[in-house]
């Protein structure tokens, strides 16, 4: 982590308190990877990262602000997931290319981040706005940018008038998190990665253009 880091009582924390900090962070999102969010406890963090519960509330007012920091540098990183649409081609192989590439980053991007989007859904189901606002932040930026896509193909008489690009690329988004994050799911179905990968990217593909992908 870089940049000024201060402690709960307001101090610049020094290099040091800042790897304490990462690695109490770091010790969390492995937990959170094998235990239930509500079962995690400061003193079992603290242990695991070799330091004591006091050390934890320097940085920390409880685990579910330690949580809610991890989840905004994931969302950060997920907003890069943008750049898997913005001013990409959806016309002949390039958008076939394109509606791949966007479905490997979301599955990837959910793989890698598997534990804690697992809390942020959770959350965010339970009504808790901070963590809604922190799925919204991760999903909004690639629906704007699929509404953009769906514009650009309409004023080029490529996608029917009758198409709402917003609700057409909130749906797609929203397929896509949800399939994202059910992965393993797929698994116990029978499916696999090398089948659902292109599956879906097909319903993409549909869903953007209106035509199959060229292949």
């Given amino acids: 982590m870089t940049g000024q880091v201060r402690t709960v009582d307001g101090r610049v924390a020094g290099r040091r308190g800042q790897a304490t900090r990462q690695k109490l962070l770091d010790c969390l999102s492995e937990m959170l990877s094998s235990s239930p969010y509500r079962d995690v406890k400061v003193i079992d963090v603290a242990r695991k990262a070799g330091t004591s519960p006091a050390t934890f509330y320097q940085y920390f007012p409880d685990v579910e602000g330690a949580v809610l920091e991890i989840a905004e540098e994931m969302a950060k990183e997920g907003a890069s997931l943008t750049e898997l649409v913005a001013g990409r081609s959806w016309v002949g192989k390039s958008g076939r290319r394109t509606a791949e590439e966007l479905v490997e980053g979301f599955l990837s991007f959910w793989r890698k981040h598997d534990a804690i989007l ?28 699929l509404t953009d896509s769906i514009k650009e193909l309409q004023a080029k008489n ?14 797609l988004v929203a397929m896509l998190a949800a399939v994202a994050g ?17 599956n879906l990217a097909l319903l993409v593909h549909l869903g953007v253009t209106g035509k199959k992908p060229t292949k």
């Fill in 118 to 145: 697992r809390v942020v859904d959770l959350g965010a189901a339970e009504g808790d706005k901070r963590f809604y606002k922190i799925r919204m932040k991760i999903l909004n930026a690639v629906t704007n940018s």
């Fill in 182 to 198: 059910h992965q393993k799911g797929f698994t116990s179905w029978g499916v696999k990665q090398a089948e659902l990968k292109p």
């Fill in 158 to 171: 490529k996608v029917d008038k009758e198409v709402s690009p917003a609700a057409m690329a909130g749906s």
